[in-house]
C-alpha cells in the first residue's frame, strides 16, 4: 500500500526565516510525487510535479527536489502569505492505480511578521 | 483557461437524508475526474474517478455513488446520509495522459 509521511505537522516560522517541508514515500514505482498548498477552507492549488530522483523545480520563494525515498519543500525568505498547509501526494504506475493519488496529511506553515 | 465549480459550497444535513453535489468543468474536453473526501486529521482521501461518460470507478466501498451523465459533469450522490459521511468533498480534474490534477473548491459537508 502506498504511504506518505509528512513532517512537521506544523511549522511556525518568522518572516524571512528559511526552513523546509519533509515528505516521506513508500510507493510500488513511482510516477510522479505532487505538492499543493492549501488554503484553509479551499481547495489544494497545485505546485509542482516531480518526476525523478534529482529532480528539481522552484516557483518563485519555493524549491521542491525529489530523492529515492523523499521530497522537500524548501521555503526561501518566507512572507505571511506563504502561511498555508502544504500538502505532499504520490501517483504510482500502472494498472488501476494509474491516476490514483495517495496524500499526506499536510503541514500547516504559520509565517508571523 | 480551464475552470472547475463546485455546489453547493456548504450544507448541512439530517441523518439519513440524500446527497447530491454536482462538480461541472470548464474549457477542456474529455477530463479524467475525481471525488475526493478531506476528513479532519486525515489526508484527501480518493473516492470515485471517471475516464468519460458513464465510466466509473471506486475505490473505497460505502454509501456513496457517483455518476457522470455528460463529459464535464461529475455528481456525488447519497441515498442515506451517515454522521460519518461528514467532511470537505472536492472534485478535481486532469487532461486525458497527463497526471497534474487541478482541484475545484471544494463543498463542506456536515451531517448532523
Known amino acids: 500500500e502506498d504511504q506518505v509521511t509528512q513532517s512537521p505537522e506544523a511549522l511556525r516560522l518568522q518572516e524571512g526565516e528559511s526552513s523546509s517541508l519533509n515528505c516521506s514515500y513508500t510507493v510500488s514505482g513511482l510516477r510522479g510525487l505532487f505538492w499543493y498548498r492549501q488554503d484553509p477552507g479551499k481547495g489544494p492549488e497545485f505546485l509542482f510535479t516531480?518526476?525523478?530522483a534529482g529532480e528539481e523545480k522552484e516557483k518563485e520563494r519555493l524549491k521542491a527536489t525529489l530523492t529515492k525515498k523523499e521530497s522537500f519543500l524548501h521555503i526561501t525568505a518566507p512572507k505571511p502569505e506563504d502561511s498555508a498547509t502544504y500538502l505532499c501526494a504520490v501517483q504510482a504506475r500502472g494498472g488501476g492505480s494509474n491516476y490514483k493519488l495517495t496524500f499526506g496529511k499536510g503541514t500547516l506553515l504559520t509565517v508571523n511578521p | 483557461s480551464q475552470t472547475i465549480h463546485q455546489w453547493p459550497a456548504t450544507l448541512v444535513q439530517p441523518v439519513g437524508s440524500p446527497l447530491s453535489l454536482e462538480c461541472t468543468v470548464e474549457?477542456?474536453?474529455?477530463?479524467?475526474l475525481y471525488w475526493y473526501r478531506q476528513a479532519a486529521g486525515r489526508g484527501l482521501q480518493l473516492l470515485f474517478y471517471s475516464v468519460g461518460i458513464g465510466q466509473i470507478s471506486s475505490e473505497v466501498p460505502q454509501n456513496l455513488s457517483a455518476s457522470r451523465p455528460q463529459d464535464r459533469q461529475f455528481i456525488l450522490s447519497s441515498k442515506k446520509l451517515l454522521l460519518s459521511d461528514s467532511g470537505f468533498y472536492l472534485c478535481?480534474?486532469?487532461?486525458?495522459?497527463?497526471?497534474?490534477?487541478?482541484f475545484g473548491p471544494g463543498t463542506r459537508l456536515t451531517v448532523l
Open positions: 474549457g477542456t474536453s474529455n477530463p479524467n
Open positions: 478535481a480534474w486532469s487532461n486525458r495522459g497527463t497526471d497534474t490534477q487541478y
Open positions: 516531480l518526476y525523478s
